[in-house]
Protein backbone atom coordinates (compact mmCIF):
# COMPACT_ATOMS: atom_id res chain seq x y z
CA UNK A 1 0.00 0.00 0.00
CA UNK A 2 1.03 3.41 -1.20
CA UNK A 3 1.83 6.36 2.30
CA UNK A 4 -0.22 8.69 0.96
CA UNK A 5 -3.10 6.20 0.11
CA UNK A 6 -5.95 4.30 1.98
CA UNK A 7 -7.28 1.10 1.36
CA UNK A 8 -10.94 1.31 2.85
CA UNK A 9 -13.89 -1.34 2.58
CA UNK A 10 -17.48 0.18 2.37
CA UNK A 11 -20.84 -2.67 2.61
CA UNK A 12 -23.51 -1.32 -0.15
CA UNK A 13 -26.49 -2.63 -2.20
CA UNK A 14 -26.27 -3.79 -5.71
CA UNK A 15 -27.83 -0.65 -6.62
CA UNK A 16 -24.66 1.69 -5.01
CA UNK A 17 -22.59 -0.39 -6.55
CA UNK A 18 -24.02 -0.59 -10.17
CA UNK A 19 -23.83 3.07 -10.07
CA UNK A 20 -20.46 3.40 -8.51
CA UNK A 21 -19.34 0.79 -11.42
CA UNK A 22 -20.87 2.72 -14.40
CA UNK A 23 -18.68 5.95 -12.93
CA UNK A 24 -21.97 7.95 -11.19
CA UNK A 25 -20.73 10.26 -8.48
CA UNK A 26 -22.64 9.26 -5.41
CA UNK A 27 -23.78 11.59 -3.01
CA UNK A 28 -25.04 11.25 0.55
CA UNK A 29 -25.43 14.75 2.72
CA UNK A 30 -26.93 12.13 5.78
CA UNK A 31 -25.69 13.40 9.25
CA UNK A 32 -25.24 10.06 11.01
CA UNK A 33 -24.70 12.38 14.36
CA UNK A 34 -27.99 13.52 14.23
CA UNK A 35 -27.21 16.34 16.63
CA UNK A 36 -26.03 13.59 19.31
CA UNK A 37 -28.70 11.24 18.82
CA UNK A 38 -26.41 9.43 16.57
CA UNK A 39 -23.71 6.26 16.86
CA UNK A 40 -21.83 7.99 14.11
CA UNK A 41 -19.97 11.26 13.91
CA UNK A 42 -19.92 10.33 10.47
CA UNK A 43 -21.40 12.34 7.30
CA UNK A 44 -22.28 10.74 4.35
CA UNK A 45 -21.25 7.71 2.89
CA UNK A 46 -19.00 5.36 5.57
CA UNK A 47 -15.66 3.25 4.83
CA UNK A 48 -13.56 1.23 7.40
CA UNK A 49 -10.16 -0.24 7.48
CA UNK A 50 -8.34 -3.18 9.59
CA UNK A 51 -10.56 -6.78 9.79
CA UNK A 52 -13.60 -7.13 7.89
CA UNK A 53 -15.33 -9.90 9.48
CA UNK A 54 -15.35 -8.06 12.40
CA UNK A 55 -16.78 -5.14 10.66
CA UNK A 56 -19.34 -7.05 9.00
CA UNK A 57 -20.70 -8.28 12.62
CA UNK A 58 -20.41 -4.67 13.71
CA UNK A 59 -22.66 -3.72 11.33
CA UNK A 60 -24.85 -6.66 11.10
CA UNK A 61 -28.65 -5.29 10.52
CA UNK A 62 -27.25 -1.91 9.95
CA UNK A 63 -26.00 -2.11 6.25
CA UNK A 64 -26.70 -3.67 2.87
CA UNK A 65 -24.53 -6.55 2.21
CA UNK A 66 -24.63 -7.05 -0.88
CA UNK A 67 -21.87 -6.08 -1.63
CA UNK A 68 -17.95 -5.49 -0.18
CA UNK A 69 -16.57 -2.70 -2.05
CA UNK A 70 -12.94 -2.13 -1.47
CA UNK A 71 -11.02 0.98 -2.82
CA UNK A 72 -8.07 2.77 -2.91
CA UNK A 73 -8.31 6.49 -1.67
CA UNK A 74 -6.28 9.58 -0.90
CA UNK A 75 -6.67 10.93 3.01
CA UNK A 76 -8.13 14.31 1.36
CA UNK A 77 -11.10 12.86 -0.16
CA UNK A 78 -12.60 11.19 3.23
CA UNK A 79 -13.12 12.67 6.98
CA UNK A 80 -11.95 10.54 9.62
CA UNK A 81 -14.77 10.36 11.95
CA UNK A 82 -16.02 7.17 14.86
CA UNK A 83 -18.85 5.47 15.27
CA UNK A 84 -19.93 3.72 18.72
CA UNK A 85 -20.88 -0.43 17.67
CA UNK A 86 -21.02 -3.38 19.90
CA UNK A 87 -17.21 -4.40 21.44
CA UNK A 88 -18.16 -8.35 19.99
CA UNK A 89 -14.99 -9.02 21.00
CA UNK A 90 -15.71 -8.24 24.72
CA UNK A 91 -18.92 -9.98 24.75
CA UNK A 92 -19.68 -12.31 28.00
CA UNK A 93 -23.23 -13.87 26.03
CA UNK A 94 -25.07 -12.65 29.16
CA UNK A 95 -26.31 -9.84 28.62
CA UNK A 96 -25.82 -6.97 25.60
CA UNK A 97 -22.66 -6.52 24.63
CA UNK A 98 -20.47 -3.40 25.32
CA UNK A 99 -20.69 -0.59 23.14
CA UNK A 100 -17.18 0.81 22.03
CA UNK A 101 -15.99 3.96 19.89
CA UNK A 102 -14.49 2.79 16.43
CA UNK A 103 -12.27 4.73 13.66
CA UNK A 104 -14.36 4.82 10.39
CA UNK A 105 -14.01 7.12 7.54
CA UNK A 106 -16.73 9.26 5.81
CA UNK A 107 -17.48 11.07 2.23
CA UNK A 108 -20.10 13.15 1.24
CA UNK A 109 -19.59 11.67 -2.15
CA UNK A 110 -17.47 9.42 -4.16
CA UNK A 111 -17.02 7.65 -7.47
CA UNK A 112 -14.49 5.65 -9.33
CA UNK A 113 -12.53 9.02 -10.02
CA UNK A 114 -11.34 9.48 -6.90
CA UNK A 115 -12.06 6.30 -4.84
CA UNK A 116 -10.26 3.71 -7.29
CA UNK A 117 -11.41 -0.02 -7.69
CA UNK A 118 -9.81 -2.80 -6.49
CA UNK A 119 -12.42 -5.28 -5.12
CA UNK A 120 -15.77 -6.64 -5.12
CA UNK A 121 -16.79 -9.13 -3.08
CA UNK A 122 -20.74 -10.95 -2.64
CA UNK A 123 -19.95 -13.36 0.07
CA UNK A 124 -21.28 -11.46 2.69
CA UNK A 125 -24.62 -11.22 1.13
CA UNK A 126 -25.03 -15.14 0.79
CA UNK A 127 -23.45 -16.42 3.92
CA UNK A 128 -26.30 -16.80 5.84
CA UNK A 129 -25.07 -15.32 8.75
CA UNK A 130 -25.24 -11.45 8.63
CA UNK A 131 -28.82 -9.74 7.49
CA UNK A 132 -28.58 -6.35 5.44
CA UNK A 133 -30.85 -3.62 6.74
CA UNK A 134 -32.49 -3.77 3.73
CA UNK A 135 -33.96 -7.01 4.57
CA UNK A 136 -35.04 -6.09 8.18
CA UNK A 137 -37.55 -2.97 6.82
CA UNK A 138 -38.85 -5.60 4.08
CA UNK A 139 -39.90 -7.72 6.49
CA UNK A 140 -41.22 -4.79 8.59
CA UNK A 141 -42.78 -3.43 6.08
CA UNK A 142 -44.47 -7.02 5.15
CA UNK A 143 -45.07 -6.88 9.10
CA UNK A 144 -46.97 -3.42 8.96
CA UNK A 145 -48.99 -4.56 6.02
CA UNK A 146 -50.29 -7.74 8.01
CA UNK A 147 -50.91 -5.57 10.87
CA UNK A 148 -53.30 -3.60 9.06
CA UNK A 149 -54.88 -6.04 6.70
CA UNK A 150 -58.55 -6.64 7.49
CA UNK A 151 -59.09 -9.38 9.81
CA UNK A 152 -56.09 -9.05 11.34
CA UNK A 153 -55.68 -8.94 15.05
CA UNK A 154 -53.13 -5.98 14.64
CA UNK A 155 -56.12 -4.24 12.43
CA UNK A 156 -58.60 -4.35 15.13
CA UNK A 157 -56.41 -3.54 18.11
CA UNK A 158 -55.05 -0.46 15.52
CA UNK A 159 -58.62 0.70 14.92
CA UNK A 160 -59.26 0.48 18.48
CA UNK A 161 -61.92 -2.26 17.67
CA UNK A 162 -60.70 -4.96 19.87
Not at 89 to 100: C, E, F, I, Q, S
Not at 108 to 134: E, L, Q, V, W
Amino acid sequence: MKKDKLILHRFCSTAEFELYLAGQPLYNPTDHYRGGHGGSTSTGFCFFSGNVSDWAQRLNGIVDFDVLLTVEVSPVCVRQSQGVYADWANDNGATTPPRKIFTEYCAKSYSRDTFRFINADRSYSSSGRYISRSKIFEQWDCDSQELNSPGSTGAAYASGNA
